[in-house]
């Protein structure tokens, strides 16, 4: 699985905050957050939108909280800290502070079995420690794996692709985003990884279909 895009750093930050506004709504219409793009916009901007709950205002906000963390102090080591950081960020004020950047401490349907730090810790670097693999793969199979993995009470899906976007943006491999017309085939793709634990065939659709960038002349 080639990177498909070959840009620097300042390149890539360049093409994160042409769209970043795209970005943040399709993020958050992922995540079941109904917010249209002007209203994204208006509140990327400080403006008062009618109509919209108090969470949903918050989560847009954090989402660029989240962006300008990403994008504006410079790469950092990928690692579990970081994440929790990236969790901390995107979920503040929309679950307790005893639950930001920890691991949940209730199962959910999916496995049905609490994360263990050690465990995760350790299957989070044998993604990121593969060397046979471009940074696109890794940063596919990250999200997908965090995706899956379940790791916070809530703000999965959130944390995954911004974490797995870092990734992106330090070494140039462009953007990962849902359009929202592939979103209704995302989450079939996604029910059936939850279900099976196969990316195969989804890591390749993210690949085909939900890869952002600018293409040098």
Partial sequence: MDDKYHLTREQNVFVA?????????????????????????????????????????????????????????????DSFALLCHIHKLTMNQLVLEMHLGKLRSTPVSIGGTLPSEVQVKEELQNILSQTEKTFTEIAIEVMLYLMRRQMFID???????????????????????????????????????????????????????????????
């Fill in 155 to 217: 703000g999965n899906k959130r944390v995954a692709m911004l974490f797995a976007n870092k990734i992106m943006i330090d070494h140039g491999c462009g953007i990962l985003t849902i359009a929202q017309e592939d979103q209704p085939v995302f989450f079939e793709k996604l029910i059936h990884y939850y279900e099976t634990g196969d990316m195969i065939d989804f890591k390749q659709w993210i690949y085909d279909h939900g890869i952002d960038g600018m293409v040098l002349h």
């Fill in 17 to 77: 905050k042409r769209n970043i506004v795209d970005y943040i709504w399709k993020s958050a219409n992922l995540e079941g957050i109904a917010v249209t793009y002007p209203e994204t916009q208006a509140i990327y901007d400080g403006g008062i939108v009618n109509g919209l709950t108090v969470n949903h205002v918050i989560a847009i906000n954090n989402l660029k909280y989240a962006w300008q963390f990403i994008l504006e102090d410079g790469p950092k080591e």
